[in-house]
């Protein structure tokens, strides 16, 4: 099964960092759109940011720019999500997720846009 495995989640003060990872080892992700969101309890899913497959090009929800930054490392076949100047309202399950189809246009951060979901990854920011 081509499975997305997200990892990095953890424990942080407020104004700390963390760097999750979203891996793939029987898929090209950076064929993909890749995106990650997050759960926070009580909440619906939230789109956080994305990275297109065409020229790498990035997208932000407002809540996080300036804050965190998506990449990829092709050579890992990984891409990642710095997290930055980590706030209490950071604390979720984040997931990262691509589409069914490659190559596809710049990427959104709609859910509906992406069919295939890592396990998720818990991350809580607190002192």
């Known amino acids: 099964q081509l499975q997305l495995v997200e990892s990095g989640g953890g424990l942080v003060q407020p104004g700390g960092s963390l760097r999750l990872s979203c891996a793939a080892s029987e898929l090209t992700l950076h064929h993909y759109n890749i995106a990650w969101f997050r759960q926070a309890p009580g909440k619906g899913r939230e789109g956080v940011s994305c990275i297109s497959s065409i020229d790498d090009s990035t997208t932000y929800a407002d809540s996080v720019k300036g804050r965190f930054t998506v990449s990829r490392d092709n050579s890992k076949n990984t891409v990642y999500l710095q997290m930055n100047s980590l706030r209490p309202e950071d604390t979720a399950v984040y997931y990262c997720?691509?589409?069914?189809?490659?190559?596809?246009?710049?990427?959104?951060?709609?859910?509906?846009?992406?069919?295939?979901w890592g396990q998720g990854t818990q991350v809580t920011v607190s002192s």
């Open positions: 997720a691509r589409p069914t189809f490659t190559l596809q246009p710049m990427c959104v951060l709609q859910e509906n846009e992406y069919d295939h």
